[in-house]
């Protein structure tokens, strides 16, 4: 017998659905706000509108949109932004091996479908109630009724966020979302010349005589850093 014949169906029907659509309501909430924070992020970005609706309909990974916005927006290669998005998910390269206790014995095409809505809190709850590897007529149905749940608990707090989030008022506080996205989208346009020095070394001032000037560090006017000066010797001592 087949393993898909062993699924229950309708899937929704089944009390496990119930009992995993239970189970991630206590996080929708917190799911919800992270959404739209980052639909904000995405808002005040400049990120064009069209590109970033695909994008959060399509990605699936809050961590990913944040880290890969400043660099679409900043114009960097294509292979800079797909190795900053995969060094941000390898947390998943472990997961896999967790779902595949779970998961494995069912076909590839499923499998690659359930793939594209797993996510942190959907393998945390599904330790939490089978610490081990259940039939799969409990554990699909458990996982497909979280995922009810956790995917529209996303996605709509974030596609509001995208649309509105240039309306909302700097006074709910929620403005400071796209801060760091603006933040890291002018340091990336202007990386090459963060490291260039910008001040003149400042002398020592002791009792009555002036020792030789010593290296000083002001903000670089690209990024905010602090970078010394170059090419200053250290200060000689000189006795009273």
Not at 62 to 81: E, K, M, N, R, Y
Not at 183 to 194: D, E, I, P, Q
């Amino acid at each position: 017998m087949s393993s898909s014949a062993l699924l229950p169906s309708p899937l929704w029907r089944h009390p496990e659905f119930r009992r995993g659509l239970d189970d991630m309501t206590g996080t929708a909430l917190g799911i919800a706000a992270w959404g739209l924070l980052t639909g904000i992020a995405m808002a005040k970005s400049d990120l064009a509108m069209p590109l970033a609706l695909l994008m959060s309909l399509i990605v699936f990974a809050g961590s990913a949109q944040l880290a890969a916005l400043p660099l679409l927006a900043s114009g960097a290669p294509l292979w800079v932004i797909w190795a900053t998005a995969l060094c941000g998910n390898l947390r998943f390269v472990i997961f896999s091996a967790g779902w595949r206790r779970y998961y494995g014995a069912l076909p590839r095409r499923q499998r690659l479908r359930m793939s594209y809505f797993m996510a942190d809190l959907n393998y945390a709850l599904l330790l939490k109630r089978f610490p081990e590897p259940a039939p799969l007529s409990q554990s699909v149905p458990y996982f497909w009724g979280g995922v009810a749940l956790n995917y529209p608990a996303w996605h709509v707090p974030s596609l509001i966020g995208l649309f509105v989030g240039d309306r909302i008022p700097t006074a709910w506080g929620l403005g400071f979302a796209g801060t760091p996205t603006s933040t890291l989208s002018a340091g990336a346009s202007r990386v090459t010349t963060a490291f260039a020095p910008t001040t003149e070394p400042a002398p020592i001032v002791t009792g009555p005589r002036i020792l030789a000037p010593a290296p000083t560090a002001t903000p670089s006017p690209s990024v905010g850093c602090l970078f010394p000066e170059a090419r200053v010797r250290p200060p000689s001592v000189t006795p009273w």
